[in-house]
T-cell receptor
């Protein structure tokens, strides 16, 4: 039973560029959430997708956008990269209809902006 | 504004003894709390959760205690094992916002043989 998979595992980009990160949820899950984890901090909620719509959003600028596909996989896009966007980006999946369904996390994409 | 705080960045415990990890929160709208464990180069793994209608939840060696009046929760690991060495994150969410978890900064637990 495949868990949450993310690609790529590592990425190096230059300031001002754009990046796309990808996530496949755990089998049977229909909801995808994205988190940013800076060094030494806990993960911070970016947004959540359910039924191909953004359902909730955290305190992140519009440079951060996402998409969910009919097969429940998801993409996170970040435009106009800043040095401060360097972080571990975590994708988590869950069952949307189940209140308080625990999130299952992938291993993350390490983004470095130079 | 840190709504979930783990004030101890690190904790060292002898194998076989009890590990107690603490977490404080400020948002009275939180009604669901979770603990996650994270090994290096891996994503966080769900450990145990508790709803605000309970004050204790047990799963094997792991017990979570919730004190709503003090806005405090703790995770007890008994007995501690070297494989428990990891970073532990406390997280909370408001009703029906389970996907939007607010995490603490984490506590690095080291269990020494």
């Amino acid at each position: 039973d495949a868990g949450v998979t993310q690609s790529p595992t590592h990425l190096i980009k230059t300031r001002g560029q754009q990046v796309t990160l990808r996530c496949s949820p755990k089998s049977g899950h229909d909801t995808v959430s994205w988190y940013q984890q800076a060094l030494g901090q806990g993960p911070q909620f970016i947004f959540q997708y359910y039924e191909e719509e953004e359902r909730q959003r955290g305190n992140f600028p519009d440079r951060f956008s996402g998409h969910q596909f009919p097969n429940y996989s998801s993409e996170l896009n970040v435009n106009a990269l800043l040095l401060g966007d360097s972080a571990l980006y975590l994708c988590a999946s869950s069952l949307g209809q189940l209140v308080n369904s625990p999130l299952h996390f992938g291993n993350g994409t390490r983004l470095t902006v130079t | 504004d840190q709504q979930v705080k783990q004030n101890s960045p690190s904790l060292s415990v002898q194998e076989g003894r009890i590990s107690i990890l603490n977490c404080d929160y400020t948002n009275s709208m939180f009604d669901y709390f979770l603990w996650y464990k994270k090994y290096p180069a891996e994503g966080p793994t769900f450990l145990i959760s508790i709803s605000s209608i309970k004050d204790k939840n047990e799963d094997g060696r792991f017990t979570v205690f919730l004190n709503k009046s003090a806005k405090h929760l703790s995770l007890h690991i008994v007995p501690s094992q070297p494989g428990d060495s990891a970073v532990y994150f406390c997280a909370a969410s408001e009703y029906n916002q389970g996907g939007k978890l607010i995490f603490g900064q984490g506590t690095e637990l080291s269990v020494k043989p």
